[in-house]
């Protein structure tokens, strides 16, 4: 969860009365918040520094306060106050207007080049503002928020905001070679090239981790006004000709994104919360986006849509008893403005463009009982009666832990996730033949794909403890995920069981022997028609002539046998080793 830092007096003057430290912690709480510490600037230091006496730092008392990461309208001071009056209904939530402007609208151009590495762009002018001090650091902080939450630190989208005075539209959103880009960036003394400023900010504390969202392409995205200033080069600077103070008057505000629906939440979030600031309280002059194939946007879109709920549906979910009129008010409290229409008991519910989080009827359900206060639901015992009784599956991969660690195997627990060589090219296999599910971002080499088999952990775990005395003998029963077309989701778990024999000599007896322990347990006799046996098979991750095929029912279930000594040394392993992958679902 978020956490943002509000000086106490600013928060108490904004909401027109003051609180004691536990009420306003109270307050919190009924509002679905938390007050997560009472600080100051000079205690943070203190705190960051070792106790050291900060020099200069403020006494103010700070709230920090925890915010639903969803609640993107909350990550200020602005839309903290305005919600929490609302709530408290001692106001009603500002209606958002989109106007145009006097003259000609402020544009936009994109460039087709810009599909390279940022294609998107939004774009909107706050008129006439008023800043203070501490309005425009609240301003500064809350595109810093946005950046770290909804933005995905700046890969789905990069908040520019230049002084509208001190440029001339049109503005021309482009890429290009980094050669080709030169300007001077914000608080610098003299221009840059683009690869100097990539050089540049590898020390700087706070740039630096977002280089790499670009560093590698091929084109930099760059946005000129008309006479070739450079206003930003996101996601990493603005230039320093534009940038905003607390004298500036007229804001313009660009979003560059790689996810369109990102940039225009993130848009709408920035102009709905300052834009009280503005001559015309509430009031967001639009600019026009124009695309490489022609088409024009006018943005910011501010849209408000309406939902239909029943009073019975809301009740029945949350557990209480209220008429329609009574919940309507209490959505209303939420920001969300609500009225029942009908005869139904339908109550129809405005979402404003500040609540993107609204995006399914439970959210809504949600907020009533927020309002409502879940201390005030009463609890109540459940009308039917149910015995929780275990998944079978769940219940067959109990009993046979138990069993295989009495023959003498100690159980392993390995990552689901593994590299694409773990199970493909140590195991002697091409890894577009393993129904693999890959994963679209990997953090790290180690972690690119489910696992399609138990064996490799397995035999990691091995290799981690060779010092360990002869023999080793691990197991492991879990899940492996595949890829399966029949799924509404594309992939399925399968439940395996894996076991391994690592010793001077191969013990291939060992591993049979506890195949046919295992189906004895399960009470699969030796036979060919419901019994179970074994044929000779080849497979590249065994030794040739020692691999086979356990079938089953008549079913192929897995298969056992020596390991080629080629896949012994990919795993760092020195001695042979038997191993046993049994599909433990058909057995059920």
């Given at each position: 969860m978020p956490t943002v830092s509000v000086k106490r007096n600013l928060l108490f003057e904004a909401l027109g009365r003051d609180y004691t430290d536990e009420e306003f912690d109270e307050l919190c709480?009924?509002?679905?918040?938390?007050?997560?510490?009472?600080?100051?600037?000079?205690?943070?230091?203190?705190?960051?520094?070792?106790?050291?006496?900060?020099?200069?730092?403020?006494?103010?008392?700070?709230?920090?306060?925890?915010?639903?990461?969803?609640?993107?309208?909350?990550?200020?001071?602005?839309?903290?106050?305005?919600?929490?009056?609302?709530?408290?209904?001692?106001?009603?939530?500002?209606?958002?207007q989109r106007v145009s402007p006097s003259g000609e609208p402020q544009r936009l151009l994109i460039t087709e080049e810009t599909a390279q590495v940022r294609p998107h762009a939004v774009a909107a002018v706050l008129r006439n503002i008023t800043f203070t001090q501490e309005r425009y650091e609240s301003f500064i902080e809350l595109q810093?928020?946005?950046?770290?939450?909804?933005?995905?630190?700046?890969t789905l989208v990069a908040i520019?905001?230049?002084?509208?005075?001190?440029?001339?539209?049109?503005?021309?959103?482009?890429?290009?070679?980094?050669?080709?880009?030169?300007?001077?960036?914000?608080?610098?003394?003299?221009?840059?090239?683009?690869?100097?400023?990539?050089?540049?900010y590898k020390t700087d504390g706070h740039l630096r981790h977002y280089l790499h969202i670009i560093e590698d392409k091929p084109v930099y995205p760059i946005i000129y006004d008309s006479n070739g200033i450079v206003l930003s080069m996101p996601p990493i600077i603005n230039g320093d000709h534009s940038k905003i103070s607390v004298n500036t008057k007229n804001v313009f505000i660009e979003c560059t994104a790689t996810d369109l629906t990102k940039a225009k939440i993130v848009l709408d979030m920035l102009v709905t919360m300052f834009s009280e600031y503005c001559e015309q309280p509430f009031?967001?002059?639009?600019?026009?986006?124009?695309?490489?194939?022609?088409?024009?946007?006018?943005?910011?879109?501010?849209?408000?849509?309406?939902?239909?709920?029943?009073?019975?549906?809301?009740?029945?979910?949350?557990?209480?008893?209220?008429?329609?009129?009574?919940i309507a008010k209490l959505l209303t409290r939420m920001y969300l403005k609500s009225e029942v229409v009908g005869e139904g008991g339908e109550i129809e519910v405005e979402v404003p463009p500040t609540?993107?989080?609204?995006?399914?009827?439970?959210?809504i359900v949600e907020d009533a009982a927020i309002a409502y206060g879940f201390n005030n639901i009463r609890r109540t015992t459940p009308r039917t009666y149910t015995v929780a009784n275990q998944?079978?599956?769940?219940?067959?991969?109990?009993?046979?832990?138990?069993?295989?660690?009495?023959?003498?195997?100690?159980?392993?627990?390995?990552?689901?996730?593994?590299?694409?060589?773990?199970?493909?090219?140590?195991?002697?296999?091409?890894?577009?033949?393993?129904?693999?599910?890959?994963?679209?971002?990997?953090?790290?080499?180690?972690?690119?794909?489910?696992?399609?088999?138990?064996?490799?952990?397995?035999?990691?775990?091995?290799?981690?403890?060779?010092?360990?005395?002869?023999?080793?003998?691990?197991?492991?029963?879990?899940?492996?995920?595949?890829?399966?077309?029949?799924?509404d989701v594309g992939a399925r778990n399968n439940r395996r069981l894996c076991a391994v024999f690592y010793n001077k000599s191969p013990g291939?007896?060992?591993?049979?022997?506890?195949?046919?322990?295992?189906?004895?347990?399960?009470?699969?006799?030796?036979?060919?028609?419901?019994?179970?046996?074994?044929?000779?098979?080849?497979?590249?991750?065994?030794?040739?002539?020692?691999?086979?095929?356990?079938?089953?029912?008549?079913?192929?279930?897995?298969?056992?046998?020596?390991?080629?000594?080629?896949?012994?040394?990919?795993?760092?392993?020195?001695?042979?080793?038997?191993?046993?992958?049994?599909?433990?679902?058909p057995f059920l």
């Amino acid at each position: 969860m978020p956490t943002v830092s509000v000086k106490r007096n600013l928060l108490f003057e904004a909401l027109g009365r003051d609180y004691t430290d536990e009420e306003f912690d109270e307050l919190c709480f009924e509002f679905g918040l938390e007050l997560d510490e009472i600080t100051s600037e000079k205690d943070i230091i203190s705190k960051e520094q070792g106790n050291v006496k900060a020099e200069g730092a403020s006494d103010v008392i700070l709230y920090k306060i925890d915010v639903p990461a969803n609640r993107y309208d909350l990550l200020c001071l602005e839309g903290l106050v305005r919600g929490l009056q609302v709530f408290k209904e001692r106001t009603e939530a500002p209606r958002y207007q989109r106007v145009s402007p006097s003259g000609e609208p402020q544009r936009l151009l994109i460039t087709e080049e810009t599909a390279q590495v940022r294609p998107h762009a939004v774009a909107a002018v706050l008129r006439n503002i008023t800043f203070t001090q501490e309005r425009y650091e609240s301003f500064i902080e809350l595109q810093e928020k946005l950046h770290q939450n909804v933005c995905r630190k700046r890969t789905l989208v990069a908040i520019g905001t230049h002084d509208l005075d001190t440029i001339t539209g049109p503005f021309t959103y482009t890429a290009k070679p980094p050669g080709e880009i030169k300007f001077k960036p914000l608080n610098q003394t003299r221009e840059y090239s683009a690869p100097e400023l990539m050089s540049l900010y590898k020390t700087d504390g706070h740039l630096r981790h977002y280089l790499h969202i670009i560093e590698d392409k091929p084109v930099y995205p760059i946005i000129y006004d008309s006479n070739g200033i450079v206003l930003s080069m996101p996601p990493i600077i603005n230039g320093d000709h534009s940038k905003i103070s607390v004298n500036t008057k007229n804001v313009f505000i660009e979003c560059t994104a790689t996810d369109l629906t990102k940039a225009k939440i993130v848009l709408d979030m920035l102009v709905t919360m300052f834009s009280e600031y503005c001559e015309q309280p509430f009031t967001v002059e639009a600019a026009e986006v124009v695309y490489p194939d022609g088409n024009t946007c006018i943005y910011p879109e501010l849209a408000y849509r309406k939902e239909t709920l029943t009073g019975d549906y809301i009740n029945n979910k949350v557990g209480i008893n209220e008429t329609p009129e009574n919940i309507a008010k209490l959505l209303t409290r939420m920001y969300l403005k609500s009225e029942v229409v009908g005869e139904g008991g339908e109550i129809e519910v405005e979402v404003p463009p500040t609540r993107s989080d609204i995006i399914h009827a439970c959210d809504i359900v949600e907020d009533a009982a927020i309002a409502y206060g879940f201390n005030n639901i009463r609890r109540t015992t459940p009308r039917t009666y149910t015995v929780a009784n275990q998944l079978p599956l769940n219940k067959l991969t109990e009993l046979l832990r138990q069993d295989l660690a009495a023959a003498g195997f100690t159980e392993a627990l390995t990552f689901a996730l593994c590299s694409k060589e773990d199970i493909a090219d140590k195991l002697g296999k091409d890894i577009s033949v393993t129904k693999a599910v890959h994963i679209a971002n990997p953090k790290t080499a180690e972690f690119q794909v489910a696992r399609t088999t138990l064996l490799s952990g397995l035999l990691k775990t091995v290799a981690a403890n060779r010092k360990m005395p002869l023999p080793l003998k691990l197991f492991e029963i879990s899940d492996v995920v595949l890829k399966d077309d029949t799924r509404d989701v594309g992939a399925r778990n399968n439940r395996r069981l894996c076991a391994v024999f690592y010793n001077k000599s191969p013990g291939f007896e060992v591993i049979h022997g506890l195949l046919d322990r295992i189906m004895q347990l399960l009470e699969v006799k030796p036979g060919r028609e419901e019994g179970y046996y074994i044929q000779a098979a080849e497979d590249s991750t065994f030794f040739p002539g020692r691999c086979a095929e356990i079938f089953a029912r008549g079913r192929n279930v897995g298969r056992l046998g020596v390991l080629h000594p080629d896949i012994i040394t990919r795993f760092e392993l020195t001695m042979p080793c038997s191993a046993l992958d049994l599909d433990v679902e058909p057995f059920l």
